[in-house]
């Protein structure tokens, strides 16, 4: 990547895209799993000071459904749809238990490739159904990620590599095999369906982010989220381009090592980068945009920043300082923020200003993600 590629990438008129294809909610879904609760919104008074907004949110992921990362939320609802389809049953209305009752005694193994939180997320589901699981991880995933896999009892292969080599090799592992699942949150030709299914299920957390701002009293003017390949982008483009009442600008944040979709972005097609000299913010490292997401990012993405390892680590201190439990990857979207408000063509895409109130979505608590010594 040159210099200019790092430069944030604006795109006038994002906001008035409209997603061609709503997404189905799954919160029905979540709220039938034990310990479904929404995750808290915090509130940073002093960030929204600084930066000359009314106020700023951090949408608090480090203690979802057990696990401390969002990534169960779609994980749970990809694994849920799959196995219903492959049962016949219908996914509307199905529950924890009906599916418990459903796989008794099947041999299945859910198979995915991670850098953490995935795959910690699809062990946990495997574990709560009685199936097995098999997970993949490249290099660069921290020593607490590989810890929590084994935890959930899955069999774990650390094949090296980059993440794409990851993800290449768990698809090829189950080729053939009718007892295996892919359960993969990235996409690309001829594997669409299951990367669907899990951008449906992270819409939960955006619904939970309106009903929470409701009750604050106000509204959300832009949305900030660390992105890897993309996934939970889409998501939220998709649901605030769609399934929303409100339309608030949305900001990606990538590592400038990864920063794949900001890339893609500049380039006005889909690129890959070299992600091989890592990051702190493992579960971004990732060389390539989800094939599914492209389109949708492409047409409803208002800004796109890339940041560095330092100022996110100074962020990780500063957010714990302040109440919230956040690890790289989260810290990552208060950088973002800031990056994205000192420029002037990304600020005034934004609308940023005194009334604005901003969300940061923070993916990850530091457990999951230690901030290597």
Known sequence: MTSSTHDPFVLPGAREWNAPQLLASAREFHRTLDGYRMSPLVELPSVAAELGVSRVFVK????????????????????????????????????????????????????????????????????LLGLHARIYTPDGVSAAALAGIRLEGAAL?????????????????????????????????????????????????????????????????????????????????????????????????????????????????LRSVDTSSGTIMTGLCTGSVSELAWPTLRAGLDVAVAVTDD???????????????????????????????????????LGLGKDSVVVLVSTEGLSANPLPV
């Not at 199905?94 to 008794?104: F, G």
């Not at 005694?105 to 859910?110: F, Q, V």
């Not at 989260?330 to 063509?345: F, K, P, Q």
Request: with cysteine; glycine share 10%.
């Open 311 to 349: 100022t996110v680590r100074a962020a990780v201190a500063e957010l714990g300082a302040l109440g919230p439990d956040v690890g790289p990857c989260g810290a990552a979207t208060l950088v973002g923020l800031r990056v994205a408000a000192g420029d002037e063509n990304a600020r005034a895409i």
């Open 157 to 269: 292969i650390e094949c090296g590599g980059s993440y794409d080599d990851a993800v290449s090799a768990a698809a090829a592992s189950v080729e053939g095999n009718d007892t295996e699942l892919l359960i993969q949150d990235t996409s690309w030709a001829g594997y669409e369906e299951v990367p669907r299914w899990i951008v449906e299920g992270y819409s939960t957390l955006f619904s939970e982010i309106d009903e929470q701002l409701e009750a604050f009293g106000t509204t959300p003017d832009a949305v900030v989220l660390p992105t890897g390949v993309g996934s939970l982008l889409q998501s939220a483009v998709e649901y605030y381009r769609g399934a929303s009442t409100f339309r608030p600008g949305i900001v990606s944040v990538e590592p400038v090592v990864a920063a794949c979709v900001l890339e893609s972005l500049h380039a006005g097609e």
């Open 60 to 127: 608090d992921e480090s203690e979802r459904l057990g696990l401390p990362a969002f990534k169960i939320l779609g994980a749970s609802w990809a694994v849920a749809k799959s196995l219903a389809v492959r049962v016949g049953q219908s996914p509307e209305g199905v529950t924890l238990q009906a599916l418990r009752d459903a796989v008794e005694g099947a041999s299945l193994t859910l198979v995915t490739a991670t850098d953490g939180n995935h795959g910690r997320a699809v062990s946990h589901m495997a574990r």
